[in-house]
């Protein structure tokens, strides 16, 4: 019965001590975890915002970087179209120029960045070309010279008005009808050129080598997070996330690989705004178009409008990605929290505890000091009293003793009358001394013997009478 009781305790005080921890571990753990999901939402949408603008300064940067390398090719036609050698030599009817000739190829070499330098006159027929030939540059034969008439880039800056610049889409270069192998990503820069009597004589070309433009986009790329994407005004790739999806426009067989075709959305949201960022199931996308020149009408009403545009993809699986990370790092950091907390439980509960004893103990002991010192003050209220009742009874005694006259020595007295004689040398009766030295009292009677001595008569009546009474008994 004592082992099942102690069991009983034991059980019972383990109960309580784990009703404690729960009591203070289950409410703090709310409110940690709480906290914790408040601080992850705000985490996961400032890390959202944070890529969304990281995305947005980086695509933002491209454009302004190949706007500045843009003008610096306008500039270069422009110098070239103004040249008075050129002047010359439409003046003269195209007759050979050779000191145009030579500051064409002086320029060419020292670009670097023009693939062709080339004059047609209103029929489209080249009337000089330099060929840069990989930093070699040369001038084409009269012989050698071709007709670009039915090629759009010399159509379409033929339609210019005086001091407009064409630019073309970017391309792969076209040999006889052929594209270039390697490949030779190309973009034509034209401006119409007049004689001195204000009338269109023809189109200067530059040919810029534009693989500068695309290893800059994937330098550029490098510091992207997903996918970047040039693509031309139709939705073409030119530069993408694979090789098989770019230049489809060049292809017969790829006419149908577009952005347009594969992201039809996120297209519209691209056509109608020019410039943003769109996320959806198809992950975060920032775009912005690229106009290397104002849009210009041509002379027949038609407007020239080229244009690129950079996209930037973060695929949806990398989104998640991150915020798997963060629900890693939520999940972990509240795990340790959370040990810490159970941890914080039980020794805040253990000392909860201990003091609880301690304060107990405490109050056992003062209670049973107040009760011990209850019978200690009752046992010397008892002694006070037993002394006192001592002291009283000692008091008695004294008093008692002090009254108390012991009768010591040989007392003088009377051989007759039997009176004694005081320290005084007085004699006194028997009976008045003895009350003087002691407490007694005494009364006075008459012996039977005196009696008949002294009283003869009253002792024969006694005897009478006692005789009587003694036969009624009988």
Request: negative net charge; contains cysteine; glycine residues 4%.
């Amino acid at each position: 019965m004592i082992e099942q009781r102690k069991s009983q305790s034991v059980n019972d005080g383990r109960r309580a001590f784990w009703k404690q921890v729960s009591l203070f571990f289950i409410p703090l753990a709310i409110l940690v975890s709480l906290l914790l999901l408040g601080f992850y939402w705000y985490t996961s949408n400032n890390s959202l915002r944070v890529l969304e603008e990281r995305e947005r300064n980086i695509v933002k940067l491209y454009h302004d970087n190949l706007g500045v390398e843009l003008g610096f090719i306008l500039t270069d036609i422009q110098y070239l179209s103004n040249q008075h050698e050129l002047q010359d030599f439409i003046d003269s009817g195209f007759t050979e120029n050779k000191d145009l000739a030579r500051d064409y190829s002086t320029f060419s070499k020292e670009k670097g960045l023009y693939d062709q330098i080339r004059f047609l006159d209103r029929t489209g027929m080249e009337r000089i070309r330099i060929n840069y030939n990989n930093g070699k540059p040369a001038v084409v034969p009269l012989d050698s010279l071709q007709n670009k008439a039915n090629r759009y880039y010399f159509s379409d800056a033929f339609k210019l008005p005086k001091n407009a610049i064409f630019i073309s889409p970017l391309d792969l270069n076209i040999e006889k009808k052929t594209i270039e192998i390697p490949q030779k990503p190309m973009i034509r820069l034209g401006m119409p050129v007049f004689d001195k009597n204000g009338k269109k004589q023809g189109v200067l070309l530059l040919n810029f080598l534009a693989q500068k433009i695309l290893d800059s986009f994937h330098q550029w790329s490098q510091r992207q997070s997903g996918e970047s994407m040039l693509l031309n005004k139709d939705g073409y790739w030119l530069q993408g996330a694979t090789k098989e999806d770019e230049w489809g426009f060049m292809y017969q067989d790829r006419k149908d690989i577009t952005f347009k075709n594969r992201y039809p959305d996120e297209w519209d949201d691209i056509t109608r705004k020019g410039r943003g960022q769109v996320r959806n199931k198809n992950g975060l996308f920032t775009f912005e178009v690229i106009k290397p020149l104002k849009s210009v009408t041509n002379e027949d009403g038609t407007l020239n409008d080229y244009h690129w545009i950079i996209v930037s993809r973060i695929a949806p699986e990398t989104l998640s990605e991150q915020s798997k990370v963060q629900r890693q790092t939520l999940i972990f950091s509240s795990l340790i929290l959370a040990c810490l907390l159970f941890s914080l439980a039980i020794i805040r509960t253990r000392s909860a505890i201990a003091q609880t004893q301690y304060q107990e103990s405490i109050e056992r002991k003062n209670a049973e000091l107040q009760d011990q010192q209850k019978r200690l003050q009752s046992a010397v209220s008892e002694l006070i009293e037993s002394n006192n009742s001592l002291n009283k009874t000692v008091h008695d005694l004294e008093k008692a003793l002090t009254e108390i006259k012991t009768l010591r020595g040989i007392l003088p007295i009377c051989s007759y009358c039997k009176e004694i004689r005081n320290d005084k040398g007085y004699w006194i009766r028997i009976e008045n001394y003895i009350e003087q030295h002691s407490q007694a009292e005494f009364s006075h009677g008459i012996c039977d013997k005196c009696l008949q001595e002294y009283f003869p008569e009253e002792a024969e009546e006694l005897d009478a009478a006692d005789n009587t009474n003694t036969n009624e008994d009988d």
